[in-house]
């Protein structure tokens, strides 16, 4: 047994041009291979109907699992012989944390505003092929640095303990 590796994660635009990649491939350890397999992954998926739910290909000995949303094309590719719905499971993971972390707004524009973010999620979720975390609230908190100092996150917190945290804030700020 061996442990399920992701091969690239890749946010196209809808030209097919790069935004953010992840490569892990030493099959493509050049910029000149990652342009050329990233033109033609674009190249076999753009006709095809992704914009609800994820697609999934085979394609030159590759899995490649993908979803479109407005103009931006998420990928997840691994071993031909990769379990799929672990494929998926990074697909959802990859495009939540990006929604949560730009607040829904998945377009182009906002991606390149936010693109320390977008590639900090790369990071999160994976390193050298393995697969780190595919739960978005955890990715989303650990990019944006929420909870770095045992804060609990906002969205998670009641009236009480929100208002307690912004008074404690505010006096902070008034002592400075």
Do not use: W
């Amino acid at each position: 047994m061996t442990c399920p590796t992701i091969k690239n994660l890749l946010l196209l635009d809808a030209d097919g041009k790069r935004i953010a990649v992840k490569y892990s491939d030493p099959e493509t350890a050049t910029v000149a291979q990652q342009l050329a397999f990233e033109r033609s992954v674009f190249q076999k998926t753009q006709r095809t109907n992704a914009r609800g739910e994820a697609e999934i290909i085979m394609f030159d000995n590759h899995l490649v699992v993908y979803k479109f949303v407005a103009d931006l094309h998420f990928y997840v590719t691994g071993d031909i012989n990769e379990n799929e719905i672990i494929l998926a499971t990074m697909l959802q993971a990859f495009f939540e944390s990006v929604s949560l972390l730009l607040r829904n707004v998945l377009e182009k524009k906002t991606v390149l505003e936010n693109l320390d973010l977008v590639l900090l999620t790369l990071d999160e979720l994976v390193d050298d092929g393995i697969i780190m975390e595919t739960e978005p609230n955890v990715i989303a908190n650990r990019v944006s640095m929420r909870g770095a100092d045992g804060d609990t996150p906002l969205t998670e917190q009641t009236f009480s303990q929100a208002l307690a945290s912004a008074k404690e804030q505010f006096t902070r700020n008034l002592l400075r």
